[in-house]
C-alpha cells in the first residue's frame, strides 16, 4: 500500500501496466471497465478515478457474494440489542429446516429466526435474557458460574 | 432423530412435568433444570413453531446435556427424572 501511493505520488505507474498485463494474461480483456494508464506514464486523474471505482466495486462485488444457503458461517457478534460489548463474539450461523439457527460458539446458546437476521436477533435476546438469569444470584453450577464471569468481561453494563 | 415425532409445545410440557423446570416467558421460553438445588442446565424452547427443525432439536438436547438418543427418550418417556440426572452427573 505504501509502495503504491509512493509510486502514485511519483508519477510511476509501472504498478497499473502490471495490473493490465495481469488481467490480460488471465482473461479477455474488458476494455469497457477496466481502466487504461497513459502509454507515456503519465495517468490523468480521470483514468484513476477510473481505476479507484473499478477496484471499489469490484471489493462490493465481492462483499455482497450472498453465502450458499446450506452453508454454516462463522459471524462476528458485536452488539446486543440493548447493551454493547467489550469484544466480538463468534457465531455460527446456518440453515435449520425452512429458517436459520444462530448458535454461540462459546456457550449452549441459540436463537431460531425465518432469516438470519431474525436469528442473531433471537441470539441477541437469549444472551441478555441469560446474563439476566446469571446476576440473579450464584445459585449455579461451576459450569455457569463460569460463564457469569466471561459475559461480565465481555457485556458493558450501562 | 426424533425432531419430526415432537413439537415445541411437547418439549416444554416435558421439561415441566418430568424436570420440573419452570419456564419463564420471553422471546422465547427459557428454564432452568436444578440438580440438587443448584441451576445446572438452561433450555431454550422457541415460540411459535410447530416443528422443531434438526439443528434446533440437537440445539435443545445440548443444553440439556443429552445426546440427541437420550433427548429423543426423554420426550417419548422411558428416561426419568432419575436417569437423567445420573446422566447429567456423569
Request: aromatic share 8%.
Given at each position: 500500500?505504501t509502495?503504491?501511493?509512493?509510486?502514485?505520488?511519483?508519477?510511476?505507474l509501472?504498478f497499473?501496466?502490471?495490473?493490465k498485463?495481469?488481467?490480460?494474461e488471465?482473461?479477455?480483456?474488458d476494455?469497457a471497465?477496466v481502466?487504461?494508464?497513459a502509454?507515456?506514464g503519465?495517468?490523468?486523474?480521470?483514468?484513476?478515478?477510473k481505476?479507484?471505482s473499478y477496484?471499489?466495486?469490484?471489493i462490493k462485488?465481492?462483499?455482497s457474494?450472498?453465502?450458499?444457503?446450506?452453508?454454516?458461517a462463522i459471524?462476528?457478534l458485536?452488539?446486543?440489542k440493548?447493551?454493547r460489548?467489550r469484544k466480538?463474539l463468534?457465531?455460527?450461523?446456518?440453515e435449520?429446516g425452512e429458517?436459520?439457527i444462530?448458535?454461540?460458539?462459546?456457550?449452549?446458546?441459540?436463537?431460531y429466526?425465518?432469516?438470519?437476521?431474525?436469528?442473531?436477533?433471537?441470539l441477541k435476546?437469549?444472551i441478555?435474557?441469560l446474563?439476566?438469569d446469571?446476576?440473579e444470584d450464584?445459585?449455579?453450577t461451576?459450569?455457569?458460574?463460569?460463564i457469569k464471569?466471561?459475559?461480565?468481561?465481555l457485556?458493558?453494563d450501562? | 432423530?426424533?425432531?419430526a415425532?415432537f413439537n415445541v409445545?411437547d418439549v416444554k410440557?416435558?421439561?415441566?412435568?418430568?424436570?420440573h423446570?419452570e419456564?419463564k416467558s420471553?422471546?422465547?421460553?427459557?428454564?432452568w433444570?436444578?440438580l440438587?438445588?443448584?441451576?445446572?442446565?438452561r433450555?431454550?424452547v422457541?415460540?411459535?413453531r410447530?416443528?422443531?427443525?434438526r439443528?434446533?432439536y440437537?440445539s435443545m438436547?445440548?443444553?440439556?446435556?443429552l445426546?440427541?438418543s437420550?433427548f429423543d427418550?426423554?420426550l417419548?418417556?422411558p428416561l426419568?427424572?432419575a436417569?437423567?440426572e445420573k446422566?447429567i452427573?456423569?
Amino acid at each position: 500500500m505504501t509502495s503504491t501511493a509512493t509510486n502514485m505520488s511519483t508519477g510511476n505507474l509501472a504498478f497499473l501496466d502490471d495490473w493490465k498485463n495481469k488481467k490480460i494474461e488471465d482473461k479477455e480483456p474488458d476494455t469497457a471497465s477496466v481502466p487504461v494508464a497513459a502509454e507515456e506514464g503519465v495517468a490523468t486523474s480521470i483514468e484513476l478515478e477510473k481505476l479507484i471505482s473499478y477496484i471499489a466495486s469490484d471489493i462490493k462485488r465481492y462483499n455482497s457474494v450472498e453465502p450458499n444457503k446450506n452453508e454454516a458461517a462463522i459471524f462476528k457478534l458485536n452488539m446486543l440489542k440493548t447493551k454493547r460489548m467489550r469484544k466480538p463474539l463468534d457465531v455460527i450461523i446456518e440453515e435449520d429446516g425452512e429458517g436459520f439457527i444462530a448458535r454461540a460458539v462459546d456457550f449452549s446458546l441459540f436463537g431460531y429466526g425465518d432469516d438470519r437476521i431474525e436469528a442473531i436477533d433471537a441470539l441477541k435476546s437469549e444472551i441478555e435474557s441469560l446474563y439476566r438469569d446469571l446476576l440473579e444470584d450464584d445459585n449455579f453450577t461451576e459450569e455457569w458460574l463460569n460463564i457469569k464471569n466471561f459475559l461480565k468481561e465481555l457485556i458493558v453494563d450501562s | 432423530m426424533k425432531n419430526a415425532q415432537f413439537n415445541v409445545k411437547d418439549v416444554k410440557k416435558v421439561g415441566e412435568k418430568k424436570l420440573h423446570i419452570e419456564f419463564k416467558s420471553g422471546k422465547e421460553f427459557n428454564g432452568w433444570f436444578k440438580l440438587n438445588g443448584v441451576k445446572a442446565k438452561r433450555i431454550t424452547v422457541p415460540k411459535g413453531r410447530k416443528g422443531i427443525p434438526r439443528k434446533t432439536y440437537s440445539s435443545m438436547a445440548r443444553q440439556l446435556g443429552l445426546s440427541v438418543s437420550d433427548f429423543d427418550l426423554l420426550l417419548e418417556c422411558p428416561l426419568t427424572k432419575a436417569k437423567y440426572e445420573k446422566i447429567i452427573s456423569k
